[in-house]
């Protein structure tokens, strides 16, 4: 006679969040629930950064979960830098820094970057003490890395680099940007992304606040690079390794961004479905009306979904599938920028007049979940992506 089949999943599938990442969640969303929305909604209006929260996390070590151990991280990948991000949205701090520090700029340089770079960068990017932020966006060529101007040329032992970047959040407070730029024989030829740390202080870089109706503590910046003088060893890792280098960096971004939506989305469904069980109309809860009920029931069913394939998306980066983390992390991001979108809409609504107030805390978040649809790269080009890559369509541009 054959053992009896089981039904439960083993812990630790791929399915299954490991006890391990279901603490960190837990401890995430218990440091995030302390501080709140009205904390973080606080600093963002009065224009300053969220120090405390940053610091208090970076000391806890969720900064760097993603990080590796020998250099002061967490040993984890971006799943687990991932489930931060969320669980912090979730409790109304949506640290749009993470996306960018750890994300992009640890993960590049934990993968590419000399012994030197990683022993000077990481530990501070793990522990928040220092901050790096990207550039890549420019005012021609958006987010195309086949479009990009900013050049940097050779002077003897050093780089001269120059060109224009927008929308570079956060340089305020950061210490370093990392820039995506072409090597200057790549202008007439072949494709060559090049990528530097430039200190927010060099002489020749100026940056300009862009004023946005976002309401966040990390504000948006566009970038003039004149004949900034960088020394060899700004460039990280091969100057002649093309797509490679970069994309290391832009599959998390893409899951990070989807994080950030999942959290915006969750936030916002908690706040609707609490006010839709305690407001009540002739002495029946508003939740109680499927016209309110059913909304919100298929927001959470949507955003589950979304949740899945990016936590798909995060599995295959941190097991070394670029080309598939690829195609998972634009869906991911992109499922999790519509409900997001969606989701917000719908708490506005069951909340009527209230859902517009800075009581609740919503309204803030309309312009909020448009950052999942636009950024990093556009709902459009995203299926764009999945039409030639997913479905072999012709390519449309």
Excluded at 4 to 29: D, F
Excluded at 308 to 314: E, I, R, S, V
Aim: charged fraction near 20%; include cysteine; proline fraction near 5%.
């Amino acid at each position: 006679m054959s053992a009896p089949r089981t039904t439960t999943p083993t812990v630790g599938s791929r399915l299954i969040e490991t006890p391990e990442r279901q603490a960190l969640r837990r401890a995430v969303a218990e440091l995030g629930n302390r501080y709140g929305s009205a904390y973080f909604l606080g600093k963002a209006r009065a224009g300053e950064a969220a120090e405390e929260l940053w610091a208090e996390a970076g000391k806890a070590g969720y900064l760097g979960a993603n990080l590796p151990a020998e250099y002061g991280g967490g040993g984890g990948g971006i799943t687990d830098l991932a489930i931060v991000l969320e669980e912090l949205g979730t409790a109304g701090c949506p640290l749009l820094l993470l996306v960018v520090s750890p994300a992009i700029c640890g993960t590049v340089i934990a993968r590419f970057g000399t012994e030197e770079q990683k022993r000077r960068w990481l530990p501070g990017l793990a522990d928040g003490t220092r901050r790096m932020v990207f550039g890549i966006t420019e005012p021609d060529a958006g987010s195309n890395s086949h479009r990009i101007s900013t050049v940097a040329r050779r002077d003897g032992e050093d780089w001269l680099l120059t060109g224009r970047k927008v929308f570079v959040s956060g340089i305020d407070h950061c210490d370093a940007v990392l820039f995506v730029a072409r090597t200057e024989d790549a202008r007439t030829g072949k494709l060559r992304p090049a990528l530097f740390v430039v200190p927010r202080e060099a002489p020749g870089f100026e940056y300009r606040a862009i004023p946005m109706e976002l309401v966040s503590p990390e504000k948006q910046f566009q970038v003039f690079l004149d004949d900034v003088r960088l020394p060899a060893d700004a460039l990280v890792g091969d100057e002649d390794a093309g797509l490679l280098q970069l994309f290391a960096g832009l599959n998390p971004e893409r899951i990070m961004t989807a994080a950030f939506s999942l959290g915006l989305a969750r936030q916002a469904l908690g706040k609707a479905v609490e006010y839709a069980k305690t407001r009540t109309v002739w002495s029946t809860p508003i939740g109680a009306h499927q016209g309110l009920a059913h909304p919100l029931a298929q927001c959470a069913v949507e955003i589950e979904l979304a949740r899945l394939m990016n936590q798909k998306a995060g599995l295959l980066y941190d097991e070394g599938d670029d080309l598939a983390a690829g195609e998972a992390a634009n869906m991911a991001k992109y499922a999790a920028g519509e409900v997001a979108a969606r989701t917000v809409d719908q708490a506005v609504q069951t909340l009527g007049g209230n859902g517009l107030t800075q009581e609740y805390g919503l309204a803030a978040l309309i312009a909020a979940t448009r950052v999942g649809r636009v950024a990093p790269v556009s709902r459009e080009m995203v299926l764009n992506y999945v039409a030639q890559h997913t479905l072999g369509l012709p390519r449309s541009y």
